[in-house]
């Protein structure tokens, strides 16, 4: 369920090129975090407000958007970040 509710947040809040979310809490069970409850994911996202923005802030956009997931329902998150131009060189 979760894997979904990122993907919706993620898509409303950004309306990305791209979208790619990896749930690995399976390689992470009997870990503290996956006890908790919280899964371990890893998102891939193109998106135009990443235009001119550093990594930090990227991140912070994405976190802002799933702030209320962070507190339970994810307990680690890999975040790549791009910019359709970025993506479009190859300079990832």
């Known amino acids: 369920m979760t894997t979904e509710q990122i993907k919706q947040l993620l898509n409303e809040a ?12 399976a390689a992470h069970a ?16 193109v998106a135009e407000a990443f235009e001119g923005k550093t ?21 680690a998150l890999g975040i790549n970040a791009i910019s359709p131009s970025e993506e479009s060189t190859g300079n990832l």
């Not at 950004?14 to 809490?25: A, Q, R, T, V, W």
């Not at 975090?33 to 998102?43: D, K, L, N, T």
């Open 14 to 25: 950004f309306k990305p090129e791209l979208l790619e979310i990896l749930d690995n809490s």
């Open 30 to 45: 009997g870990h503290a975090g996956a006890r908790s409850g919280g899964g371990h994911y890893h998102v891939t996202i």
């Open 55 to 75: 990594m930090i802030q990227r991140h912070q956009l994405v976190y802002g958007v799933l702030g209320d997931l962070m507190k339970q329902q994810i307990h």
